[in-house]
T-cell receptor, first 113, second 114 residues
Framework: AQSVAQPEDQVNVAEGNPLTVKCTYSVSGNPYLFWYVQYPNRGLQFLLKYITGDNLVKGSYGFEAEFNKSQTSFHLKKPSALVSDSALYFCAVRPSGNTPLVFGKGTRLSVIA | DGGITQSPKYLFRKEGQNVTLSCEQNLNHDAMYWYRQDPGQGLRLIYYSQIVNDFQKGDIAEGYSVSREKKESFPLTVTSAQKNPTAFYLC?????????????FGQGTRLTVV
């Protein structure tokens, strides 16, 4: 069965420092991978996706993610964190075609000034 | 503007009562989804529909029902059979093809049992 793991419930980082939010997946075949962000009492906002091609994907608000097929990982990164990046981040996978997205449990990012 | 609209934003349900959450999209997307969010559990799939007049159960469909009579609309009914309905409910939609694989989400409905 397909699954997504976000091993850290909480990540704390100082403003201006690089940040990484980890994600690993377990899916057969070539999945589509996504990152979303959620602010309190709001829906999810799409950040970026990997479908095929270059392993480094750039997305909204300066975020990027690196797809690593051998490690089945898709970690979210940003070179310099902002306080406004503090939110809940979700990694998701779409196993194939038009199947529904499967989400990880989320990682709460806290950027401290 | 284009997007997904969920209503109401907050909803209170009495014990034994059915309630219906609305989800409308004007993105011309074929597929629509309902997820439930509980603290620390991520998003869990309730139901999804890939085409009008067809829908499939997700991982936690018990106590819920849906309909898809129009492409734009995918309402979710939380029935009295759902024993623990207090949660944040999110509706999403997605289009076809590799360029449209991401799902777009509404702003959510917070349901509370009183």
């Amino acid at each position: 069965a397909q699954s997504v793991a976000q091993p850290e419930d909480q990540v704390n980082v100082a403003e201006g420092n690089p940040l990484t939010v980890k994600c690993t997946y377990s899916v057969s075949g070539n999945p589509y991978l996504f990152w979303y962000v959620q602010y309190p009492n709001r829906g999810l906002q799409f950040l970026l996706k990997y479908i095929t091609g270059d392993n480094l994907v750039k997305g909204s608000y300066g975020f990027e993610a690196e797809f690593n097929k051998s490690q089945t990982s898709f970690h979210l990164k940003k070179p310099s964190a902002l306080v406004s990046d503090s939110a809940l981040y979700f990694c998701a996978v779409r196993p194939s075609g038009n199947t529904p997205l499967v989400f990880g449990k989320g990682t709460r990012l806290s950027v401290i000034a | 503007d284009g997007g997904i609209t969920q209503s109401p934003k907050y909803l209170f349900r009495k014990e034994g009562q059915n309630v219906t959450l609305s989800c409308e999209q004007n993105l011309n997307h074929d597929a629509m989804y309902w997820y439930r969010q509980d603290p620390g559990q991520g998003l869990r799939l309730i139901y999804y529909s890939q085409i009008v007049n067809d829908f499939q159960k997700g991982d936690i469909a018990e106590g819920y029902s849906v309909s898809r009579e129009k492409k734009e609309s995918f309402p979710l009914t939380v029935t009295s059979a759902q024993k623990n309905p207090t949660a944040f409910y999110l509706c999403a939609s997605s289009g076809r093809g590799q360029k449209n694989t991401e799902a777009f989400f509404g702003q959510g409905t917070r349901l509370t049992v009183v």
